[in-house]
């Protein structure tokens, strides 16, 4: 069974690359379950904060940890955090971003785009406000805007994070050798800051592996994660090396990673593809935690990437993966989410239905080695 591709995603790769920023963006800006227990958490903050200030301050942290460790259960302390902001017309809009970024990471990106649309309005030179806007585009497939975004970032000061956002962009849309060239000129100028050098190698082995440029793509992942270990590109070195068939080292990279589900499907599909039947419980829970989203009443869109994959890789179920791989697709279009709906529209064997991803897919203008063999030729 083919493996897929990861971006950003983003997260996931690049659903929580603005969220890293906050730690590192330029110094005249802000510092940047069930029942039954799983696993610890961190112990809650003592008591709400009582000032904007401190609200931020915590709900970096709770964000931070939430991107270090692919573990969207921290949004929820970092929600927590801005409570008394949340939502308010008169929130400054420091604490709109953050909210903002919050909802980004829950998958709720309409109510992202809301809030952000808020903040910059009050405040248009709020930079991690266009960095996080520029994301949200990126997801929705929405290149020339996007760029936009990346200009104003540029506008209001922050000239790497601006260039950064802008070959990413670029690099979606076929500029491959530029954004080698210009995020290794990056790499090279951020030398002193660990973790700008982790966000931005981690930029460049996306585009590598979209170049197809598996070799290159490989040391960047691995270059990025020496300088600063982080989840989400754990996540995506990890989808890198489960699509070249290289299980065991999958499972080395995501051996100190918490048991959110993206981990664990990789996890279980890489002991599968491996023949160690120690998947199957792995996929037991998976399939148990869904249902008890379900019978909490909890909506299932915002995992239906997971749950599509699920079906797909440890289920057998493609006409399944096929339909929440649509809703899926519906939410979030970059590179991964389009890999698992030709996939799963292609083995369900609706022809209709993967013609029409095929189609969606060139008018987006995204170009990616992972998804060559779908992509129309020649206007056909």
Known sequence: MKKPSHLVCAALHLMFWAGTALAALPQDLPPGLDADVV????????????????????????????????????????????????????????????????EQGRHEFAAARATLERALQANPA????????????????????????????ARYGATLYATACLLETRSLQGQHDAARSGLTALWQQAAGDATQRAWIGSLLAESEERAGRDDAADAAYRRSLADAPDGYTALAYADQLLRRNRASAALEVLRPQPDSDAVLLRRAQALRLMGDAAWQPLARDLEARFAAIAARGEGLDAHARERALLALWLQGQPAAAWKAARTNLALQKEPLDWWLALQTSEQSGDAAAHQAVRQALLQTGLQDVRLARWQPRGGQ
């Open 39 to 102: 696993e610890r958490l961190p112990e809650r903050v003592a008591a709400a904060p009582a000032t904007p200030q401190a609200a931020a301050t915590i709900a970096r942290r709770w964000i931070s940890l939430s991107r270090e460790t692919a573990d969207p259960r921290y949004l929820g302390r970092a929600q927590a955090a801005l409570a008394r902001w949340w939502g308010q017309a008169d929130a400054p809009a420091d604490l709109l971003v953050l909210q903002a970024t919050v």
């Open 126 to 153: 709020q930079v991690q406000g266009w960095l996080t806007l520029a994301t949200l585009e990126r997801v929705a497939a929405r290149y020339e805007a996007a760029e936009a975004a990346c200009r104003n970032v």
